[in-house]
């Protein structure tokens, strides 16, 4: 069979979901009022931080208007399906915590909602050419080659270290100094490539893991200071129900039914609109007002802008208002990363597939990051008897990997995969999604950079900047980021 072939640019060309020709509908009512149009709030950009910062605003009685550049809402939440073949272009899955299931809950989706499958939990490490499991209990770490008796010896000392002066210092530092090189090495360079695709000799241990950091400088130990959360969260009444805690969730029809949702939910306020297909050309202050400029003589006024857009993105509409506002937004890297997936025949592939995926370590020296088994996560993403994989290229180490065409893309997947996963045949349907500016990168100096963005700021009342290159790049951060900016603008408006 020949492989079906795909590309992002196609599907942002042919959505699949009805909601577009709502909000095509709505950007042409708004092109013909122009700049007459007066609103409480208006939010630039249709991503996962847009969506609810203007869903919050909308909720409490503001005018709301938010514009997206493409044709359909969502940002990076895009999901594709080509008959029975199944895939998401940006991230794969959400966490389930406590302030995602009250979305969940007060949208009407869980019910919905898709817990990911229990084999899931089991993560495996590409080591030393092997694709090996971490250990599932903490007894088993010594018989593991992930951790080994070294691993586990660096781990029993950590207790003992000194902590480490105020000073910032790279993620791989941290790691080193708390965990040894071996853990950097194998465990945490494999992670920080999953999740940000990121150098750790350049991330900052502070902004990029906040959370290990705050270990260290309250209880002296990574250790002692998770052993006493944990016994903290135990002591504390369950803030999930039993069933959803822990879980990674989906929906059938993909993540793009969650931001299809918060689209409706926005648009059934009595005073909310979503303007589609609407570029915005510029942004500038006139009196107590922003005025966004989307086409000649065509735009909103707003009380409060937010803009919910790429940190490039911010800078090139802010650049003319503030250079001091737009630099610190210049100066955030953003790698490019190709998700690449293919699909098999299950004859033709000869590891169990039973994990959420497969991480790949720098010195392991491929070019491909990892794998997720995105057939294992959840059913109905690949037809019977076949499987589908997620791999992904490019990244800050490795920008040029993500450069070749979707053949030679493909092609360097399976070299890479081929060995640790024994495949065999060819595969049967692929597609290349391209993010020529992908995930941004939390590196030395960027909590300095956000410090002074938000200074710069304080000269421009009405002014909001989120998205996931600040406060945290999950999807889960930036829809509750999202939910507390808009509230604050709510209850600011509410009560002047």
Not at 42 to 64: C, D, E, F, Q
Not at 276 to 304: D, L
């Amino acid at each position: 069979m020949h492989p079906t072939r795909l590309t992002e640019w196609h599907v942002l060309a042919h959505p699949v979901t009805g909601d577009v020709m709502q909000c095509e509908a709505q950007s042409e009512a708004s092109d013909r009022q122009g700049t007459r149009e007066t609103r409480d709030v208006v939010v630039v950009g249709g991503g996962a931080s847009g969506l609810t910062a203007a869903r919050a605003a909308a909720r409490r009685g503001l005018s709301v208007t938010l514009l997206e550049r493409t044709m359909q809402v969502g940002g990076n939440l895009r999901t594709h399906r080509d008959g029975d073949w199944q895939i998401e272009l940006g991230p794969n899955t959400l966490m389930m915590k406590p302030p995602l299931h009250t979305l969940l809950d007060e949208l009407g989706l869980l019910d919905e909602a898709q817990p990911a499958n229990p084999d899931a939990r089991r993560r495996y490490i590409v080591y030393r050419g092997a694709s090996v499991a971490l250990p599932s209990h903490w007894l088993k770490a010594p018989i593991n080659s992930l951790i080994g008796p070294r691993g586990l010896g660096a781990l029993l000392c950590e207790p003992f270290r000194r902590r480490a002066p105020q000073a910032e210092e790279s993620l791989a530092d941290f790691v080193t100094r708390r965990l040894g090189r071996r853990t950097l090495d194998h465990l945490v360079d494999p992670f920080v490539s999953g999740v940000y695709a990121g150098d750790p000799e350049r991330l900052s241990a502070q902004a990029a893991m906040p959370r290990l950091v705050a270990l260290e400088r309250e209880f002296g130990s990574l250790v002692r200071g998770g052993l006493v959360r944990l016994r903290q969260a135990r002591r504390a009444p369950p803030a999930l129900p039993r069933e959803w805690r822990g879980q990674l969730v989906s929906f059938p029809s993909g993540l793009q039914r969650l931001a299809a949702r918060l689209a409706e939910d926005i648009t059934a306020q009595s005073d909310a609109s979503i303007h589609c297909e609407c570029e915005v050309n510029g942004v500038y202050r006139e009196g107590e007002y922003w005025r966004v400029e989307t086409a000649p003589g065509q735009g909103f006024r707003a009380r409060e802008l937010v803009l919910a857009v790429p940190a490039p993105t911010a800078a090139v509409l802010l650049a003319p208002l503030d250079p001091q506002v737009a630099a610190p937004l210049e100066a955030i890297a953003y790698p490019p990363v190709n998700a690449v997936s293919v699909g098999f025949r299950r004859a033709d592939i000869a590891h169990p597939l039973d994990g959420f995926g497969m991480l790949i370590p720098g010195v392991e020296h491929r070019q491909t990051l990892g794998a997720l088994f995105s057939s294992t996560l959840f059913p109905g993403r690949a037809p019977s008897d076949h499987v589908l994989l997620t791999a992904f290229l490019g990244g800050r180490r490795q920008p040029e990997a993500a450069a070749s065409d979707d053949d030679a893309q493909v092609a360097q997947v399976v070299a890479d995969l081929s060995d640790l996963l024994g495949i065999s045949g060819e595969p049967v349907w692929q597609s290349v999604s391209r993010w020529l500016q992908a995930i941004p990168q939390y590196e030395l100096g960027h909590l300095e950079r956000i410090a002074a963005l938000e200074t710069a700021l304080e000269r421009h009342p009405g002014l909001s900047l989120i998205g996931n290159w600040r406060d945290g790049i999950a999807v889960g951060d930036c829809l509750e980021n999202g939910r507390r900016l808009g509230e604050r603008i709510a209850e600011a408006l509410n009560e002047g």
